[in-house]
């Protein structure tokens, strides 16, 4: 079993899907969020690494009412609503809702283990990106890169707004990490939809799917 498990480490390593620094992690601990953390956006003196409840909730609430006004005003962006949006893909939002709760349930009481089941349901949610890309541009003909676009800002604050959020108050990270965390994993949202818009709307007009 140890020979085995040293032969997928090295897989997913070369992926770079494993963090060497949670191999220093002792059994039953979790991973994700036991050390010291790396900063990814931001430099280590943009803001005090503390718990701000007032600013974090001041965002939380505003981005909700954000999302509430264009739901329910059906102003369009860039020629589509947001019920437009979600609507062709609201079994796959409800898969990288599940997949990010999973993250934070599922404990396999081994951080060899636990380190693979993350990796793998991030993967998994990169995917749901990549079939709604491909579903929306399927479904809407005249889906363009700007509501492609538009679609990776819907996803980035639906798996990562839920990731920092169940992190912030329930693991009690500081808004310092809250952010970065954020922006980071938005970055990685964004990638995925660019690279699938940029196939798929190729594919597309050349008529193709």
């Known amino acids: 079993m140890e020979i085995i498990k040293k032969q997928i480490t090295k897989l997913f390593a070369v992926s770079g899907l494993i963090n060497p620094r949670t191999q220093l992690l ?3 601990v979790n991973p994700g969020f036991s050390f010291e953390w790396k900063k990814n956006i931001f430099p280590d003196n943009f803001m005090a690494d503390t718990r701000n409840d007032s600013l974090f909730f001041f965002i939380f609430a505003s981005t909700i009412a954000v999302f509430l006004f264009l739901f329910f005003s059906k102003i369009k962006i860039f ?8 609507s062709p893909i609201k ?9 990010v709760i999973s993250q934070y349930t599922v404990n396999f009481y081994s951080p060899f283990w636990d380190n693979i089941f ?3 349901s991030q993967l998994g949610w990169e995917i749901i990106i990549v079939a709604s890309i491909y579903k929306l541009v399927k479904t809407y003909a ?7 676009l538009i679609t990776g800002v819907l996803y980035s604050f639906i798996i990562h707004g839920l990731k920092v959020s169940i992190r912030y108050m329930i693991y009690g990270k500081t ?3 809250a952010l970065d965390r954020f922006l980071y994993g938005s970055l990685l949202v964004m990638a995925v939809t660019i690279a699938s818009g940029v196939v798929f709307l190729y594919i597309w007009k050349k008529g193709e799917v």
Request: proline fraction near 0%.
């Open 118 to 120: 993350l990796r793998l």
């Open 175 to 177: 808004i310092f990490y």
């Open 26 to 28: 002792g059994e039953g």
């Open 91 to 99: 079994k796959l939002i409800l898969g990288a809702v599940l997949i």
């Open 142 to 148: 005249d889906f363009n890169f700007g509501n492609v």
């Open 79 to 86: 020629g589509k609503t947001l019920i437009e949006y979600l």
